[in-house]
T-cell receptor, first 113, second 111 residues
Framework: EPEVTQTPSHQVTQMGQEVILRCVPISNHLYFYWYRQILGQKVEFLVSFYNNEISEKSEIFDDQFSVERPDGSNFTLKIRSTKLEDSAMYFC???????????FGPGTRLTVL | SQQGEEDPQALSIQEGENATMNCSYKTSINNLQWYRQNSGRGLVHLILIRSNEREKHSGRLRVTLDTSKKSSSLLITASRAADTASYFCATVVDSNYQLIWGAGTKLIIKP
């Protein structure tokens, strides 16, 4: 069964460093998402991406964040200058159509020191 | 704003019993989705119910939706130890893309 994959599973970085989190969505899906979950808290929406552009973003997704679909398979989230409060589990998701199920990857645990 | 809120926050039952979790939300929705998460791992999609549907089944799962009360319930019948996990509801409103999440119900199935 096709699934969303994410790499790395765990990333440790120093405050102020740039990180790139990578995702490979399900191949025929058209809608792509990033969410994050700070330990013990709710899942929070960051951004959605459709037709090669951002379709919706939250207040969390400020100028330090960017997304890219550099080729037909990868979907990346870049944090330009990480802060301590960026430490969280980051989930990528994809969906076939708007208002359909969103299927999630296993997540990348980002630890900012 | 808080959209989905699950109730109870935690539930502990014996294996074989049924588990019921509830979710309430504030605004009109396009659909509501239930997810399972094991110990801080990935989010597994369980079931999607649309605003014009009242009930859906998938295996041992039964989901109901009452749009007049802005609430949904997830019933797991004949629970198993492997059902131990956190369960989240998440809603999508019309003209938005994002899932808005509740805080989850932590379900423990005692053998």
């Amino acid at each position: 069964e096709p699934e969303v994959t994410q790499t790395p599973s765990h990333q440790v970085t120093q405050m102020g460093q740039e990180v790139i989190l990578r995702c490979v969505p399900i191949s025929n899906h058209l809608y792509f998402y990033w969410y994050r979950q700070i330990l013990g808290q709710k899942v929070e929406f960051l951004v959605s991406f459709y037709n090669n552009e951002i379709s919706e973003k939250s207040e969390i997704f400020d100028d330090q964040f960017s997304v890219e679909r550099p080729d037909g398979s990868n979907f990346t989230l870049k944090i330009r200058s990480t802060k301590l409060e960026d430490s969280a589990m980051y989930f990528c998701a994809s969906g076939l159509a708007l208002y359909n199920e969103q299927f999630f990857g296993p997540g990348t645990r980002l630890t900012v020191l | 704003s808080q959209q989905g809120e699950e109730d109870p926050q935690a539930l502990s039952i014996q294996e074989g019993e049924n588990a019921t979790m509830n979710c309430s939300y504030k605004t009109s929705i396009n659909n509501l989705q239930w997810y399972r998460q094991n110990s801080g791992r990935g989010l597994v999609h369980l079931i999607l119910i649309r605003s014009n549907e009242r009930e859906k089944h998938s295996g041992r799962l039964r989901v109901t939706l009452d749009t007049s009360k802005k609430s949904s319930s997830l019933l797991i019948t004949a629970s198993r130890a492997a059902d131990t996990a956190s369960y989240f509801c998440a809603t999508v409103v019309d003209s938005n893309y994002q899932l808005i999440w509740g805080a989850g119900t932590k379900l423990i199935i005692k053998p």
